[in-house]
């Protein structure tokens, strides 16, 4: 199957400071590229999708400043936390699907906290 | 709307034995339907998908899945459960965005 890779895959950070996680696709072009929450023993919730070339389509009740997307190239799409706080702690996933496939293929997750 | 539903929270399974991980799912117009599974710390892995033919489906890992378009459900099947089968398992469906279950944690004990 096609390649994800998420980067970093754990990161602590200090209240108010920001953080940007990576995803890449290695081994195919993903225009679109969907990034989720998972809180612990919970499903996964869609924050928002990341368009290559224009801004991202967040879900309800995300808010599009806090959750910084970016998607400058067919194969990486960034996701900024901003000004991160306690409650921003969590599991961060982004996925993709290739034009190929109709099955979508994952990053391995970012565990972020913030003390 | 289109939703996904696994009605356990979690299965527990002696190793050897069948286990069954149930799925059912609303959604309009003609589902594409998928299992992936969760081990600690790590992202989604793709197991099994239905989107046209065949309503049995094979998988990874020795994974089958039914679907059933009159009970509009998608369980995930194994003849033969692994103690390494223990994990977190989510049914998705698809229309213009993946939508997943709340998952299902299989315990296979020895």
């Known amino acids: 199957g096609a390649v994800v890779s998420q980067h970093p895959s754990r990161v602590i950070c200090k209240s108010g400071t920001s953080v940007k996680i990576e995803c890449r696709s290695l081994d195919f072009q993903a225009t679109t590229m969907f990034w989720y929450r998972q809180f612990p023993k919970q499903s996964l919730m869609l924050m928002a999708t990341?368009?290559?070339?224009?801004?991202?389509?967040?879900e309800q009740g995300v808010e599009k400043d806090k959750f910084l997307i970016n998607h400058a190239s067919l194969t990486l799409s960034t996701l900024t936390v901003t000004s991160a706080h306690p409650e921003d702690s969590s599991f961060y996933i982004c996925s993709a699907r290739p034009g190929y496939a109709t099955e979508a293929f994952f990053g391995q997750g970012t565990r972020l906290t913030v003390v | 709307a289109q939703s996904v539903a696994q009605p356990e929270d979690q299965v527990n399974v002696a190793e050897g034995n069948p286990l069954t991980v149930k799925c059912t799912y609303s959604v309009s117009g003609n589902p594409y339907l998928f299992w992936y599974v969760q081990y600690p710390n790590r992202g989604l892995q793709f197991l099994l998908k239905?989107?046209?033919?065949?309503?049995l489906v094979k998988g990874s890992y020795g994974f089958e899945a039914e679907f059933n378009k009159s009970q509009t459900s998608f369980h995930l099947k194994k003849p033969s459960a692994l103690v390494s089968d223990s994990a977190l398992y989510f049914c998705?469906?698809?229309?213009?965005?993946?939508?997943f279950g709340a998952g299902t944690r299989l315990a296979v004990h020895p």
């Open positions: 239905y989107i046209t033919g065949d309503n």
């Open positions: 990341s368009n290559e070339g224009s801004k991202a389509t967040y």
């Open positions: 998705a469906v698809s229309h213009n965005k993946l939508i």
